[in-house]
């Protein structure tokens, strides 16, 4: 009987088809992908790729910037269900009400939110951009950033730049403790703390690197001062992390309770099987309606222009379309 990969594989070459698939995700199906990395670089290849078909092993919001980018794409997810927490956590109605208070203002979101959310924001950015983006931002315009709290936060300190943030956060990144981070820290004196922004910033200040995915990689990659890594981010960065650096010794940060809260729920959805069932049937495609997705795609453009130092053109206020 051929294994499920071969099967993969298969369907792969029958339908000219692409996985994506982002460093949350269980190795068996980062080692199916043609491409893994972080949600910037997922929607940068996205948007170059020549086939028609597009799998995002990740979660939808990733599924649905490809699409927003690459329209004449068919993009297949392995489950509609696999959400996020941040998504959730900005509803439009809500966060249309919170723009509209502040018209005057620049609105950068996070991409981890919805098409919706998007097509009322001036310019999108991730974990591994957001401080070129908002140094990309005049000086004399207010920034509004959601839906990520710790994100924002920690940008703002970094930069001296004051901004209204969105109260959102990541359920996974959040239920890391920093007491016990502090306890493990003494354990291993010569380890280094990685973190990612979406923490809290009491598990950030024992941080020695804060970074987007990628950039943890890096440093466990690069850093050959150490050996011994204390990873506050999701565990499925593990499988790459031992690829680059196999005599690394990585300790996952700790969380509250006794829970695998450093699982993300939602990126831990998609099995090999409902990648080859989604490559069967070509469903659960990916669709945005496409009055919202001209506008939500402004706000990927402005991101990736600012990102490959093109410059961009800012709105004077906001308006409803
Ligand atoms: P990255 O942009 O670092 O890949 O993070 C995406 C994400 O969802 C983190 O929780
Ligand atoms: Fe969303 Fe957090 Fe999961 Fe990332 S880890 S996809 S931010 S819930």
Same mark, same amino acid.
């Given at each position: 009987m051929a294994s499920i990969e071969s099967e993969i594989r298969e369907l792969k070459k029958k339908h000219n088809a692409v996985i994506l698939a982002h460093y949350y995700e269980d190795g068996d199906i980062q080692d199916v992908a043609d491409h893994v990395g972080d949600s910037l670089f997922l929607a940068q290849v996205g948007k170059t790729l020549d086939a028609p078909v597009v799998l995002m092993a990740g979660v939808v919001f990733m599924a649905e910037s490809v699409k927003l980018l690459s329209p004449e794409k068919t993009v297949l997810v392995p489950? !509609? !269900?696999?959400?996020c927490s941040l998504v959730d956590s900005s509803p439009y109605d809500k966060y249309l009400a919170w723009r509209q208070a502040y018209p005057d203002a620049i609105c950068v979101s996070y991409v981890n939110s919805s098409a919706a959310v998007k097509s009322i924001t001036d310019v999108c950015v991730t974990s591994s951009n957001a401080e070129k983006i908002i140094n990309a931002i005049p000086k004399d315009r207010r920034i509004l950033f959601g839906p990520d709290r710790n994100l924002g936060r920690y940008i703002s300190k970094k930069l001296g730049r004051e901004m209204i943030l969105w109260p959102g956060a990541c359920e996974v990144h959040i239920l890391f403790s920093a007491k016990k981070l502090f306890e493990l820290k003494e354990q291993h004196p010569n380890a280094l703390v990685i973190a990612h922004p979406e923490c809290d910033e009491t598990v950030l200040k024992y941080a020695d690197v804060i970074g987007a995915t990628s950039r943890l990689l890096a440093e466990v990659k690069d850093?050959?001062?150490?050996?011994e890594f204390i990873v506050a981010t999701e565990d499925g960065i593990f499988h790459q992390m031992r690829k680059v650096r196999p005599d690394a010794v990585l300790v996952q940060a700790p969380a509250e309770g006794?829970?695998?809260?450093?699982?993300c729920p939602y990126m831990k959805m998609n099995t090999l099987e409902k990648i080859r069932n989604a490559l069967q049937t070509l469903e659960p495609q990916v669709n945005v309606d496409p009055k919202l997705s001209a506008l939500a795609r402004v706000s990927l453009d402005r991101m990736l222009a600012i990102t490959d130092g093109r410059p961009v053109e800012w709105p004077d206020r906001f308006t409803v379309h």
């Open positions: 489950d !509609r !269900r696999a959400g850093n050959k001062t150490t050996n006794s829970c695998a809260c450093n699982q």
